[in-house]
């Protein structure tokens, strides 16, 4: 059974830090293109960075540019989402994804066509 399972949320005040992280079972990881999306209320999911199966390409939305990194580590079947500098805009329910697609940005701008999907966590920055 594929699972995905995210941790590492929580409250963060503006300017900190934050790594997420995903675990994930029940299928070949490395296969996989793995991603980072974030959904707010009344709000599109969007996709905020997403890694091909082995790291060689990734995609990172402008909006967090500079201040995120995702990263994988295929022999333990785990996915980071390391977030610096963060922002209000940045609270959001984050969800980890796998996709069997190789192209990360096609993955990345469409979350519909997403395979596979974790619970999501809650990452809040306050105002």
């Known amino acids: 059974q594929l699972q995905l399972v995210e941790s590492g949320g929580g409250l963060v005040q503006p300017g900190g830090s934050l790594r997420l992280s995903c675990a994930a079972s029940?299928?070949?990881?490395?296969?996989?293109?793995i991603g980072w999306f974030r959904q707010v209320p009344g709000k599109e999911r969007e996709g905020v960075s997403c890694i091909r199966r082995y790291g060689g390409s990734v995609y990172y939305a402008d909006s967090v540019k500079g201040r995120f990194t995702i990263s994988r580590d295929n022999a333990n079947n785990m996915v980071y989402l390391q977030m610096n500098s963060l922002k209000p805009e940045d609270t959001a329910v984050y969800y980890c994804?796998?996709?069997?697609?190789?192209?990360?940005?096609?993955?990345?701008?469409?979350?519909?066509?997403?395979?596979?999907w974790g619970k999501g966590i809650l990452v809040t920055v306050p105002s």
């Open positions: 994804a796998a996709d069997r697609g190789p192209f990360v940005q096609i993955m990345c701008v469409n979350p519909r066509n997403v395979d596979y």
């Open positions: 029940g299928f070949t990881f490395d296969d996989y293109t």
